[in-house]
T-cell receptor, first 115, second 108 residues
């Protein structure tokens, strides 16, 4: 039990589908993150939310749309994805986005495959 | 943002102590040094974090010299289950950049 739960664990979708990834944290943290990890590549930070406000958007294509309705839940809405978007999508949370000594806690990710 | 450099891979045998060194020449005054472990198809797991000198917890030790330009993660008596990728990160708050990590392979 990591304290950060992601669903679904696996997702296969066509390029024209619309789907959403869900992340829930049970740690009382105020910051939440989305990362993308492609095969044999480092994790890439996509979005950061602090107290439900987006504070970081690292040039992510608009076909990825994040939503943070409250500090415990984070969604990543997907539409019109490309084959190169196939990857492991990881959610993380931390106590405070600005704190230097608060490590991030990760979920186990959603393995996304685009047909 | 500080960049880190660590070996791409390391091999070890069960029962040995493993030391993984990370270089971070551009570390800033307020940066902490954090190490994560990642198994295939899982998210990274926090191992240890430090600012200076030595930090020890139930799974590892972290050695940081006075100039803080490098750090060494020490895993005592590794087992097969310690085979994973280990990431060294420096940064402030949520602004963390993951590098390639060190792929540790523990053999029987």
């Amino acid at each position: 039990e990591t304290g950060v739960t992601q669903t679904p664990r696996h997702l296969v979708m066509g390029m024209t589908n619309k789907k959403s990834l869900k992340c829930e944290q049970h740690l009382g943290h105020n910051a939440m993150y989305w990362y993308k990890q492609s095969a044999k590549k480092p994790l890439e930070l996509m979005f950061v939310y602090s107290l439900e406000e987006r504070v970081e958007n690292n040039s992510v294509p608009s076909r990825f749309s994040p939503e943070c309705p409250n500090s415990s839940h984070l969604f990543l809405h997907l539409h019109t994805l490309q084959p190169e978007d196939s990857a492991l999508y990881l959610c993380a949370s931390s106590q405070d986005f600005r704190s230097s000594n608060q490590p991030q806690h990760f979920g186990d990710g959603t393995r996304l495959s685009i047909l | 943002l500080a960049k880190t450099t660590q070996p791409i891979s390391m091999d070890s045998y069960e029962g040995q102590e493993v030391n993984i060194t990370c270089s971070h020449n551009n570390i800033a005054t307020n940066d902490y040094i954090t190490w994560y472990q990642q198994f295939p198809s899982q998210g990274p797991r926090f191992i240890i974090q430090g600012y200076k000198t030595k930090v020890t917890n139930e799974v590892a030790s972290l050695f940081i010299p006075a100039d803080r330009k490098s750090s060494t993660l020490s895993l005592p008596r590794v087992s097969l289950s310690d085979t994973a990728v280990y990431y060294c990160l420096v940064g402030q708050g949520g602004k963390l950049i993951f590098g390639q990590g060190t792929e540790l392979s523990v053999k029987p």
